[in-house]
């Protein structure tokens, strides 16, 4: 079965702090996806990205970064100087790579809700 | 480029009436999923719909039911409603030979009094 842990429940943090996002998963298939999403108050879940388990480099967009480890099955999220905007539920998710040799689901954990203030 | 769309945005009901809801995927998708999401958890997998059938299921019962029609839009119906299924229900759509990234929509909330 898999499964995915978000062990914090909410972090607030101060305009321009650095913080990062816990993501521990489990999962039996050799092959498979992880993602993150954002969920804005207006409920919305936005992608934000997609990692291959098969490629653990780290991947940098703007302020934000991923830190993909699979020896720890971790998949962490950090935002480099937070900004007010960046309020929000995260969540992290863990899919079998399906393409076309199937249908596959996408299995959450329970969020990360992220308060910036000013 | 449209996103997803859903439709109502809001919905109240009371326990054993019906409800239908209703989803357009993104423009180029043909696989529709939707997910229940209860107030503070994470989103559950209800049903996935490829080609106007249900092509896997998540541990939810009969009376969530499901359509998708030729123009790849898609359909929830959940009878006997229970206060229980009260919740943010959310629409994914994705392309049949990528199904792996599922963009989503901005969801109905749902209220069962």
């Known amino acids: 079965a898999q499964k995915v842990t978000q062990a914090q429940t909410e972090i607030s943090v101060v305009e321009k702090e650095d913080v990062t996002l816990d993501c521990v998963y489990e999962?039996?298939?050799?092959?498979?996806?992880l993602f993150w999403y954002k969920q804005p108050p207006s409920g919305e879940l936005v992608f934000l990205i997609r990692?291959?388990?098969?490629?653990?480099q780290n991947e940098i967009s703007g302020r934000y970064s991923w830190n993909f480890q699979k020896s720890t099955s971790s998949f962490n999220f950090t935002i480099t100087a937070s900004q007010v905007v960046d309020s929000a539920v995260y969540f992290c998710?863990?899919?079998?790579?399906?393409?076309?040799?199937?249908?596959?689901?996408?299995?959450f954990g329970t969020g990360t809700r992220l308060l910036v203030s000013p | 480029d449209a996103g997803v769309t859903q439709s109502p945005t809001h919905l109240i009901k009371t326990r054993g009436q019906q409800v239908t809801l209703r989803c357009s995927p993104k423009?180029?998708?043909?696989?529709v999923s939707w997910y229940q999401q209860a107030l503070g958890q994470g989103p559950q997998f209800i049903f996935q719909?490829?080609?106007?059938?249900?092509?896997q299921r998540g541990n939810f019962p009969d009376r969530f039911s499901g359509h998708q029609f030729p123009n790849y839009s898609s359909e929830l119906n959940v009878n006997a409603l229970l206060l229980g299924d009260s919740a943010l229900y959310l629409c994914?759509?994705?392309?049949?030979?990528?199904?792996?990234?599922?963009?989503f929509g901005p969801g109905t909330r749902l209220t069962v009094l």
């Open positions: 994914a759509s994705s392309f049949r030979f990528n199904t792996d990234t599922q963009y």
């Open positions: 999962t039996r298939d050799t092959t498979y996806y």
């Open positions: 990692r291959n388990s098969f490629d653990e």
């Open positions: 998710a863990l899919t079998r790579r399906g393409g076309n040799t199937g249908f596959q689901k996408l299995v």
């Open positions: 423009s180029g998708h043909d696989t």
């Open positions: 719909y490829y080609e106007e059938e249900e092509r």
